[in-house]
């Protein structure tokens, strides 16, 4: 699907989302999920073509021979095979929503979700000069976004976030995301961010540096927040015994599932830590889940859950769209929302069909 602009972040552009979607049937019922692995494994190991192929020669399999499933069956079931939480949360969230549409029931019920709409934040990429962020980050004010977030990268962190607050003020979170860019060598440059208020610092140095991020937060004021380094309740809980993580960025496929995402706001919330909902430049499918997720009592800041037409101008669900710098939270059974198969058959370009029942 071609993306409205190009995205750029510390580790690459992207001008499409090459996006994998599960279905499944069940009974008269189907389900969706949708993969959140990208192109190239370049935000994490995880890309699209390795997650189809640990599907079809792994986890479909797996969940074949174990026989009648429910959403929570899919993860002990596929527990045994290391990592491809990306594959693993599709699968998951197209169980769960099959599951959910013949129970009556939606995401936001099945989560706990106490809220029936959510605050929306925007994440902006990098740009080649100021004026044109600036330009950027004004359209998503004017829009009603009500939290910025500003991709950074060695070169691209000081300048930007003061061009922002001198024209736009301090009248709004802002926050910047790394994606691992940074070293602890560079603790004195990321220090000078500390003077713009700033809500958060995410994910500054490599995901498997976690005791780096507690070193870091001791010298710079800025929270520190981590988002690839969370893969696990577990590594949630141990990043912020170790002082790694004063705020956390649940992303459900990073994750393997929204099941496991609402164990790591457990976690969050049983140590008062502050969490909010990521983003992976999903379709309205991977959006609904997310805004039902966000809207749990811990998400008590505002997430990458932007409207449908931050990324794309055409989405496979109808659109969701902000309403006074937030999103509803959808009501409807499951996802609460299906794919419109026009759109979905206009940018599809390929499908494989696995029974289970011949199996
Ligand atoms: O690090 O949060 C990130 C997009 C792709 C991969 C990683 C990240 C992002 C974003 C965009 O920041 C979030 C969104 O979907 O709005
Ligand atoms: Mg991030």
Same mark, same amino acid.
């Given at each position: 699907?071609?993306?409205?602009?190009?995205?750029?972040?510390?580790?690459?552009?992207?001008?499409?989302?090459?996006?994998?979607?599960?279905?499944?049937?069940?009974?008269?019922?189907?389900?969706?999920?949708?993969?959140?692995?990208?192109?190239?494994?370049?935000?994490?190991?995880?890309?699209?073509?390795?997650?189809?192929?640990?599907?079809?020669? #792994?986890?479909? !399999?797996?969940?074949?021979?174990?026989?009648?499933?429910?959403?929570? +069956?899919? &993860?002990?079931? =596929? /527990? *045994?095979?290391?990592?491809?939480?990306?594959?693993?949360?599709?699968?998951?969230?197209?169980?769960?929503?099959?599951?959910?549409?013949?129970?009556?029931?939606?995401?936001?019920?099945?989560?706990?979700?106490?809220?029936?709409?959510?605050?929306?934040?925007?994440?902006?990429?990098?740009?080649?000069?100021?004026?044109?962020?600036?330009?950027?980050?004004?359209?998503?004010?004017?829009?009603?976004?009500?939290?910025?977030?500003?991709?950074?990268?060695?070169?691209?962190?000081?300048?930007?976030?003061?061009?922002?607050?001198?024209?736009?003020? #301090?009248?709004? !979170?802002?926050?910047?995301?790394?994606?691992?860019?940074?070293?602890? +060598?560079? &603790?004195?440059? =990321? /220090? *000078?961010?500390?003077?713009?208020?700033?809500?958060?610092?995410?994910?500054?140095?490599?995901?498997?540096?976690?005791?780096?991020?507690?070193?870091?937060?001791?010298?710079?004021?800025?929270?520190?927040?981590?988002?690839?380094?969370?893969?696990?309740?577990?590594?949630?809980?141990?990043?912020?015994?170790?002082?790694?993580?004063?705020?956390?960025?649940?992303?459900?496929?990073?994750?393997?599932?929204?099941?496991?995402?609402?164990?790591?706001?457990?976690?969050?919330?049983?140590?008062?830590?502050?969490?909010?909902?990521?983003?992976?430049?999903?379709?309205?499918?991977?959006?609904?889940?997310?805004?039902?997720?966000?809207?749990?009592?811990?998400?008590?800041?505002?997430?990458?859950?932007?409207?449908?037409?931050?990324?794309?101008?055409?989405?496979?669900?109808?659109?969701?769209?902000?309403?006074?710098?937030?999103?509803?939270?959808?009501?409807?059974?499951?996802?609460?929302?299906?794919?419109?198969?026009?759109?979905?058959?206009?940018?599809?370009?390929?499908?494989?069909?696995?029974?289970?029942?011949?199996?």
């Amino acid at each position: 699907m071609p993306l409205v602009t190009p995205f750029r972040t510390s580790f690459g552009t992207q001008a499409e989302r090459d996006i994998l979607l599960v279905k499944v049937m069940a009974g008269g019922v189907e389900g969706w999920g949708e993969c959140v692995a990208m192109n190239d494994p370049l935000y994490s190991s995880e890309y699209v073509d390795g997650a189809v192929d640990v599907l079809r020669r #792994y986890f479909v !399999p797996a969940l074949a021979a174990h026989g009648h499933l429910t959403g929570a +069956d899919v &993860a002990p079931v =596929l /527990a *045994r095979f290391k990592g491809h939480r990306m594959a693993k949360a599709a699968l998951e969230m197209a169980v769960l929503d099959a599951e959910l549409r013949a129970a009556d029931r939606s995401w936001g019920e099945e989560l706990g979700a106490v809220r029936d709409r959510v605050p929306s934040g925007v994440s902006v990429g990098i740009f080649d000069t100021i004026p044109e962020l600036l330009a950027a980050v004004g359209g998503y004010l004017e829009a009603g976004y009500v939290r910025i977030k500003l991709k950074i990268e060695p070169g691209w962190d000081i300048e930007p976030v003061r061009a922002v607050r001198e024209a736009f003020g #301090y009248g709004f !979170p802002l926050q910047v995301d790394a994606n691992t860019a940074y070293t602890l +060598d560079d &603790a004195a440059q =990321l /220090a *000078r961010l500390d003077e713009f208020d700033l809500l958060l610092i995410e994910q500054p140095m490599d995901e498997e540096d976690v005791l780096g991020h507690a070193k870091l937060a001791r010298l710079v004021t800025t929270p520190m927040c981590l988002d690839e380094s969370i893969v696990s309740a577990e590594t949630a809980a141990a990043a912020i015994e170790l002082g790694a993580a004063a705020i956390l960025n649940i992303k459900p496929g990073r994750v393997g599932g929204y099941l496991e995402a609402r164990r790591i706001h457990d976690v969050a919330v049983g140590r008062g830590v502050p969490v909010w909902c990521g983003g992976m430049v999903e379709t309205g499918l991977g959006r609904a889940a997310n805004i039902a997720l966000a809207a749990l009592p811990g998400f008590t800041l505002p997430g990458d859950v932007s409207a449908s037409d931050r990324f794309y101008r055409t989405d496979i669900v109808p659109p969701f769209v902000l309403e006074d710098g937030h999103i509803a939270v959808p009501t409807e059974p499951g996802l609460g929302v299906a794919p419109i198969p026009e759109v979905l058959r206009s940018v599809t370009t390929s499908v494989e069909w696995i029974s289970l029942a011949s199996r």
